[in-house]
């Protein structure tokens, strides 16, 4: 309800803005008489406005999402996407333990549902998508991937938190991660490459969690003490 309400108010404004500038190319009047103009034209403006509006809600159930991209700017992140991305932020800073820690919020709250979508999607026997840049074609097919949340962020975690375990040195326990990591193979990461509005861009491309996470457990030697 909140992210509608700041698009309501996103229109509104741009709406506004639009009435404005129309004023401007056709009059040039001086900027008091401009904003009384477009404040009179209340009626323009939320015809304007209620346009603005209509095609941020199409928008989401496009491969381009503008609504979201609107909802997100002014809100944040979801939930799930911040915890994601608050495990990376700490990965890179070299906070391993608390890439760790973060890591494990994600599983916790996410992998049964991650679970439940990579069963449903092996007995469908879907394809697994490509990883690389989205040919034309498929674009408005990828929008699929980009639905799987929990699946892409449980995957992702598991992958974060064996590379963390790896830099510690605890190596037993990062070939527990990538394993677990693997065993999501639907699982894909978008990269948008610094492109502003969410869902699918030109630049952007797909990397995949569990392929990547499947080679580093395979590569690594872990030796177990027992008493």
Known sequence: MNGFLVEVFVAIVAGLLVELIMLIVHQRPPLKTLLEDGLKNWKRVLLYAAFLLLLCIVSDFTPVRLGETVRVWCLGLPPQERMVSDAWESYNRGDFQGAIDRSRTVV????????????????????????????????????DVFDRGSLNSVAVAW???GQSQQR?????????????????????????????????????????????????????????TSN
């Open 168 to 224: 510690l040195g605890h190596l037993c326990d990062a070939k527990i991660a990538f394993e677990a990591a693997a065993k999501y193979s639907y699982a894909r990461t978008w990269d948008p490459q610094s492109w502003p509005i969410r869902g699918w861009s030109p630049f952007g491309w797909f990397w995949s969690p569990p392929d990547d996470a499947q080679q580093r457990a395979d590569s690594i030697t872990c030796q177990t």
């Open 159 to 161: 992958w974060i938190e």
């Open 108 to 143: 916790t709250l996410y992998e049964p549902s991650a679970q439940s979508d990579q069963h449903v999607l092996d007995n469908a026997k879907v394809e697994q998508w490509d990883t690389g840049k989205v040919r034309f074609g498929k674009i408005w097919k990828s929008m």
